[in-house]
């Protein structure tokens, strides 16, 4: 059964504060990682996709890194804006369903 | 502002009634998702549509009821709700199955 799970369930930064979100994933076959953002009473909105080890995407002050067991979401002086849950899923190869980690709410104080 | 429309933004109905939530996307996508969320949990998927045809039901209860007029339109159809259905209903549309899924902003509902 495939599994996602992320850490920490919370996280409290001071803005300007680097930090890293993990998301370990067991899954029979990777077809590929995504990170999502959501803000309270929003849907998730798409961040990134990471499809094979080694593989690194940027946006803004966020960049998601993939190994063959995790993902790291990598946060650079963070900004009050930056306060949501994170949310990490992995596609498996068989199948269309995404299985879900239960997030990381991030808080950014000013 | 999302890519993926959902209508409406919040719902709430009675037990007997019977409802309807809509979602629209212009974005091409063939393949389309509904998505039960509750508070502090991550969206737990109902029902996958690909190409018009439903291709998922995750053993959702029948007072659930999707429906798939053309490859831009998905709505779920409501009936005999329970007060544990008030959750937040997700829509979203992917390309395909290793393309990300947009996701709406989903309709509120609140079964009293």
């Known amino acids: 059964e495939d599994q996602v799970t992320q850490s920490p369930e919370a996280l409290r930064l001071q803005e300007g504060e680097s930090s890293s979100l993990n998301c370990s994933y067991t899954?029979?076959?990777?077809?590929?990682l995504f990170w999502y953002r959501q803000d309270p009473g929003k849907g998730p909105e798409f961040l990134f996709t990471?499809?094979?080890a080694g593989e690194e995407k940027e946006k803004e002050r966020l960049k998601a890194t993939l190994t063959k067991k995790e993902s790291f979401l990598h946060i650079t002086a963070p900004k009050p804006e930056d306060s949501a849950t994170y949310l990490c899923?992995?596609?498996?190869?068989?199948?269309?369903?995404?299985?879900f980690g239960e997030g990381t709410q991030l808080t950014v104080n000013p | 502002d999302t890519e993926v429309t959902q209508t409406p933004k919040h719902l709430v109905m009675g037990m007997t009634n019977k409802k309807s939530l809509k979602c629209e996307q212009h974005m091409g996508h063939r393949a389309m998702y509904w998505y039960k969320q509750k508070a502090k949990k991550p969206p737990e998927l109902m029902f996958v549509?690909?190409?018009?045809?439903?291709?998922i039901n995750e053993s959702v209860p029948s007072r659930f009821s999707p429906e798939c007029p053309n490859s831009s339109l998905l709505n779920l159809h409501l009936h005999a709700l329970q007060p544990e259905d008030s959750a937040l209903y997700l829509c979203a549309s992917s390309r395909g199955r290793d393309q990300p899924q947009h996701f709406g902003d989903g309709t509120r509902l609140s079964i009293l």
């Open positions: 899923a992995v596609a498996p190869t068989s199948g269309s369903r995404l299985t």
């Open positions: 549509y690909s190409y018009e045809k439903l291709s």
């Open positions: 899954v029979s076959g990777l077809r590929g």
């Open positions: 990471l499809y094979s």
